[in-house]
């Protein structure tokens, strides 16, 4: 594969820079007041706005992963905060002005089938518009990002040396229990010392928000963004089908596996720093050293999977457009951020050679090949995915790929370790995806309620969607907290049930795979090559899978896994 390179620009000048909001202001003006006489203009216009579209969020998309990888650098931060206190607020009535003229148009209808996602995301978008808030969603945008400052600023002292959290908390897979108890309370004591700081940034995100909601005429703001996220497809009720159908599918099972991971490692009592450690009181496997070796495995696995896939990764790695070990200062998590106009992604991580990791690097990659088999999309609307489908991408790689992660274990014993560790995760995952989601309707929809309230809630939602076999006493305060370690909540309110119905997504994939390699993974490709040109149903369907969460789909589903469980 030749190194991509950013496509002619047919519209804006080759040589743009945008460091004032002139730069730009007068091709927005000349698309809005543009004359459209004809289907043909129609689509020219579409184009046009699609290239500027396509050159704000790479921009915007540049300045937020240079801020992500540097944390303490004011100069990062102010660029980009710049972007959205500057640009973005000024953006926002054109982009409503485009969508009214693409909805209002007389020609839309002779546009074809191909352009009914975008024509039902401009009308949602007008749905959800409200010019009061664009000065609110800049504010909203800039305090979110304090998350990433305050946590990246945490440190637990291990050994006479200061770790990040991430690192920290990939220690807690040590056989030795005295020691995950030591790291665990610091960890602890961090998180408690930042509890209050938190829970006042929360307070007053949910304060901002649900005035958001009100402005635009919504009873608040989970339903706000149920139409701002343009979720066509299913309704908060379907959330509360999956939270049920987990609850009672999945969590007894995780119960099982509590009492398993109890009686091998012949513990009294099962403590939270009993969770990552391995159940046979192994020694914490390492799948890696430094990120030149992930990449490196990670392209070899991939080039067996499919060489496409290996081509990809390479490239990026080629292009610069990976950051993927931990250091201090880094925002946390990890992500894979689209780059709309050269279509290479950039793939961002903390990574300290753990099995996470490992699961990491190949979920982010799985969302870099869907950027690169959606690149040719001639509008960026096609290729602004929404979640449910963005994330089958990823969690279907984190599947399929199993089999391949003999590169990154030469010892079988290893590798069906690291492949069980995982399927198991896939399971007790979905019960924590579905405590989040639930967590977020209660608290949008009573949002006066007060930090003690929230975390009452928190832990009457915890007991029921966790084991009973693991022992929080001497943690209650801990336990109290534990949401404030999950970025979505702060940054990407309620981007969380995606992960859930994807999953469900990816294991049916995965079953597919187990049964024809070849043409699960022709259909995987042909699915995620769609873009977002059709409904989540039928994408869903081209990759031969349901989009479906109901009760029986969940429980076959995990019938599967167990019996894969079984077999490994």
């Not at 240079?66 to 905060?81: F, G």
């Not at 020609?107 to 401009?122: H, M, Q, R, S």
């Not at 690149?375 to 449910?388: G, N, V």
């Not at 790689?397 to 690291?418: G, P, Q």
Request: contains cysteine; charged residues 30%.
């Amino acid at each position: 594969m030749d190194l991509p390179k950013r496509p002619e620009r047919f519209y804006l000048p080759d040589d743009l820079k945008i460091t004032a909001w002139a730069d730009i202001e007068s091709f927005l003006i000349e698309l809005d007041e543009r004359k459209i006489s004809n289907v043909q203009e129609l689509k020219k216009w579409l184009k046009d706005v699609s290239e500027v579209e396509a050159v704000l969020e790479e921009d915007q998309a540049w300045r937020y992963i240079k801020m992500s990888i540097n944390t303490s650098n004011q100069e990062l931060r102010d660029a980009y905060t710049f972007f959205v206190s500057e640009i973005q607020p000024k953006l926002a009535p054109f982009s409503h002005r485009f969508d009214e003229k693409l909805v209002n148009s007389p020609f839309k209808n002779e546009l074809g089938k191909d352009f009914e996602i975008p024509l039902k995301k401009a009308q949602k978008n007008i749905e959800v518009f409200c010019e009061e808030n664009i000065p609110l969603i800049s504010k909203l945008q800039n305090k979110a990002q304090e998350f990433g400052a305050i946590n990246g600023a945490m440190e637990v002292e291990v050994n006479g040396e200061n770790v990040t959290m991430q690192k920290a908390s990939s220690l807690l897979k040590d056989t030795n229990s005295a020691f995950r108890k030591e790291v665990f309370e610091k960890i602890a004591s961090v998180r408690l010392e930042n509890a209050d700081k938190l829970d006042n940034l929360f307070d007053s995100l949910i304060k901002d928000r649900h005035q958001l909601a009100l402005n635009a005429g919504f009873q608040n703001y989970r339903d706000y963004m149920f139409a701002a996220m343009q979720r066509f497809d299913y309704a908060p009720e379907d959330c509360f089908e999956f939270h049920k159908s987990v609850e009672e599918e999945i969590v007894p099972l995780i119960e099982q596996l509590a009492v398993i991971r109890k009686e091998k490692l012949g513990v009294e009592s099962l403590k939270p720093y009993d969770l990552a450690v391995d159940p046979e009181n192994l020694p914490p496997l390492k799948p890696f050293e430094g990120g030149k070796q992930l990449v490196e495995k990670t392209v070899n696995a991939f080039n067996r999977l499919d060489p496409y896939f290996g081509e990809c990764i390479s490239t990026m790695n080629k292009m610069g457009h990976l950051d993927l070990e931990s250091k201090k200062g880094k925002a946390p998590g990890g992500y894979n951020y689209p780059l709309y106009e050269i279509g290479v992604p950039f793939i961002f991580m903390n990574a300290v050679g753990t099995v996470r990791d490992l699961v990491t690097m190949v979920h982010e990659g799985g969302h870099a090949i869907h950027s690169f088999l959606s690149r040719e999309l001639p509008l960026t609307s096609f290729k602004s995915l929404t979640s449910e489908v963005a994330e089958l991408a990823s969690m279907s790689m984190e599947l399929i790929s199993l089999d391949k992660w003999d590169e990154f274990f030469e010892d079988e014993k290893e590798l069906k370790r690291a492949q069980i560790e995982h399927l198991e995760d896939v399971l007790q995952t979905l019960p924590w995806i579905a405590l989040i989601d639930k967590f977020q309707h209660w608290i949008y929809e009573n949002p006066e309620h007060t930090a003690t309230e929230r975390k009452a809630k928190w832990l009457e939602f915890h007991k029921r969607l966790s084991p009973k076999t693991v022992s929080w006493e001497g943690y209650e305060e801990q336990r109290e907290i534990m949401w404030q370690k999950q970025l979505h909540l702060f940054e990407v309110p309620f981007y969380y049930i995606e992960y859930g119905m994807a999953q469900l997504g990816a294991i049916a994939i995965y079953r597919n795979y187990k049964k024809d390699p070849k043409k699960a993974i022709s259909n995987y490709k042909n699915a995620l090559a769609l873009g977002y040109t059709k409904p989540i149903g039928e994408i869903y369907a081209e990759a031969n899978i349901e989009f479906n969460f109901s009760k029986p789909y969940i429980k076959e589903l995990v019938s599967f896994i167990q019996n894969e469980l079984k077999r490994a």
